[in-house]
């Protein structure tokens, strides 16, 4: 598979910075883009202090404009969304108090935004990892605090069809504990890839530990490991966009630049990976002509777009891309 995939740019998210961390999905025909945290004043380096947003833009039409449709119920960013037939499903993440376990529902309909919520988390999550696999979400991974030395290795599912029962604990992943991994859906299976654990450091600061494995959860057949990532992708979009039947791996940070000074940071890698879950193999398909991690890759109206993001360490971007996959003839 070739990805020759035209990228272009839909209008900017309106915040000077842009945002990290934000939920997006597709309801009622538009792109929503909610929460999130930036540095608005100084960057981290210099004692900026981060901050979390409650506000929710709608994009009508690729060619429209922004509006500010309405708020969250408090600041947050950092978790997973997921959008279904109900709404764009928001799933734990952190603010500025510490991190949450709500999960609720984004829904725009006839010109309104309404919220409506679900059976919380077991427990409170930020920088997880989720995806939709027919009528069940699932989660992975992800860290309770944070100031946390270690991350989570928590499997979590919420039946849409049943959800009542709230969310359900599985049997994890056969590897190590994880965040920021991509999550992806694709053959009615789950998908992990990549991530980063942590531990403590001389210090007793938390390290990060880089991650390139990658794992298959099928209901009903549990887990299997399968190829290692080319490279390391931590935070790359996420769930993974599937195009022709390939998960797409869309840059990420694979740790190279950790102990750069921040001033002198290049960006993410810009490589695409192309995972074929029939052959258990990857592929480098392309370049993407941004570098944006911690965000989450939505498919609307047969493009795939990825709104905003971290460009470099402390450094945010209103940009919002798109593409149109080419499928062979």
């Known amino acids: 598979m070739t990805l020759s995939s035209r990228w272009n740019q839909l209008p900017p998210i309106p ?11 597709v309801s009622g025909g538009v792109l929503v883009v909610a929460g999130g945290a930036n540095f608005p004043d100084k960057r981290p380096w210099e004692g900026g202090t981060k901050v979390w947003y409650d506000s929710v833009f709608v994009l009508e039409k ?31 993440g952190s603010s500025a108090q510490g991190h949450h376990a709500d999960v609720f529902v984004l829904n725009w309909h006839d010109g309104k ?9 077991p427990r409170p999550c930020a920088n997880m990892s989720g995806a939709l696999v027919g009528n069940t979400i699932y989660v992975a991974g992800g860290v309770a605090t944070s100031d946390a030395r270690a ?25 190590r504990e994880r965040m920021l991994a991509t999550a992806g859906a694709c053959d009615g299976s789950f998908f992990l890839f990549s991530g980063a654990a942590l531990r403590a450091g001389a210090d007793g600061k938390p390290v990060r530990e880089w991650l390139r494995d990658a794992y298959r959860y099928t209901p009903g057949q ?19 966009p599937v195009v022709n039947n390939k998960l797409l791996v869309l840059g990420g940070d694979t740790g190279a630049q950790v102990n750069t000074p921040p001033t002198e940071h290049k960006g993410f890698p810009r490589d695409v990976l192309a995972y074929d879950a029939k052959s258990d193999t990857w ?16 498919e609307w109206n047969g493009r795939i777009v990825v709104p905003g993001g971290e460009a470099r360490p402390g450094v945010r971007s209103p940009e919002v891309w798109t593409f149109h996959p080419t499928h062979p003839h």
């Open 222 to 240: 549990g887990w299997k490991r399968i190829a290692d990532l080319p490279r390391i992708s931590v935070a790359a979009p996420s769930p993974a």
């Open 151 to 175: 991350v989570l290795k928590a499997f979590w599912m919420l039946d849409l069809a049943n959800i009542k029962t709230g969310w359900h604990e599985l049997e994890p992943w056969p590897g």
């Open 283 to 298: 592929r480098v398909a392309g370049e993407v002509p941004f570098s944006l991690v911690t965000t989450t890759a939505v």
């Open 62 to 92: 690729p060619d429209g404009v922004w509006k500010l449709a309405g708020k969250l119920s408090r600041p947050l960013g950092y978790g997973v969304s997921v959008t279904t037939k109900a709404g764009i499903v928001c799933i734990g």
């Open 113 to 121: 935004l309404a919220t409506t919520p679900l059976p919380s988390l």
């Open 15 to 25: 915040d000077y910075e842009g945002f990290a961390g934000s939920f997006a999905g």
